[in-house]
């Protein structure tokens, strides 16, 4: 069964750091390109990034550029995502999401339950 | 960035009724288009991908269809299980965009 199991959410002051991660379970990890998106409360998703398969290239949203870096290890079938400089606008639930490993028309087939983050004073 | 524009953003519609959502993106995307249900504290949860083909074990009353600018998701029979918010999604270039959602409601 596939499972994804985000961790390391929580509270933080603006300006302040979380990693989160995404332990993969059920699949062949090192297989699938791996996205983080993110929910504020009440609005839609929002997608915050990608990384290939053997982690060589990866994309941000423009929103969190310079900001965020998201990494992976195969060994560990593990997704993270680096957050600096956090500000209130960040405040969402953090998903990490698997993107088919067939041919495109891609999709996130998988999802894990999320993950919240909060960033206040 | 390709944006995405759903309609209705919410509808109130009885159990039994056919029930019909639009997604426009702002530019031609082919079939890149995929919905997902999302139900309250839940993850988005796929429906159908490049734009019509239905993913195993959805019900046969979801459909999808469109290409291009233009695409449909459409409930034939609305059930009580299938009260939720609804999300368009390009995979067509990074970064990829969901539209607003439809949230559809008992009547």
């Known amino acids: 069964e596939v499972q994804l199991v985000e961790s390391g959410g929580g509270l933080v002051q603006p300006g302040g750091s979380l990693r989160l991660s995404c332990a993969a379970s059920?699949?062949?990890?090192?297989?699938?390109?791996m996205h983080w998106v993110r929910q504020a409360p009440g609005k839609g998703p929002v997608w915050v990034s990608r990384?290939?398969?053997?982690?060589?290239?990866?994309n941000y949203a423009d929103s969190v550029k310079g900001r965020f870096t998201i990494s992976r290890d195969n060994a560990k079938n593990t997704l993270y995502l680096q957050m600096n400089s956090l500000r209130v606008e960040d405040t969402a639930v953090y998903y990490c999401?698997?993107?088919?490993?067939?041919?495109?028309?891609?999709?996130?087939?998988?999802w894990g339950q999320g993950t919240l983050v909060t960033v206040s004073s | 960035d390709i944006q995405m524009t759903q309609s209705p953003s919410s509808l109130s519609a009885s159990v039994g009724d056919r029930v019909t959502i639009t997604c426009r993106a702002s530019q031609s995307i082919s079939n890149y288009l995929n919905w997902y249900q999302q139900k309250p504290g839940k993850a988005p949860n796929l429906l159908i991908s490049a734009a019509s083909s239905l993913q195993s074990g959805v019900p046969s009353r979801f459909s999808g269809s469109g290409s291009g600018t233009d695409f449909t998701l459409t409930i034939s029979s609305l059930q009580p299980e299938d009260f939720a918010t609804y999300y368009c999604?390009?995979?067509?270039?990074?970064?990829?965009?969901f539209g607003q959602g439809t949230k559809v409601e008992i009547k």
């Open positions: 990384i290939n398969s053997d982690g060589s290239s990866t």
């Open positions: 999401a698997r993107r088919v490993a067939a041919a495109a028309p891609y999709y996130f087939d998988f």
């Open positions: 999604q390009q995979s067509y270039s990074t970064p990829w965009t």
């Open positions: 059920g699949f062949t990890f090192s297989s699938h390109w």
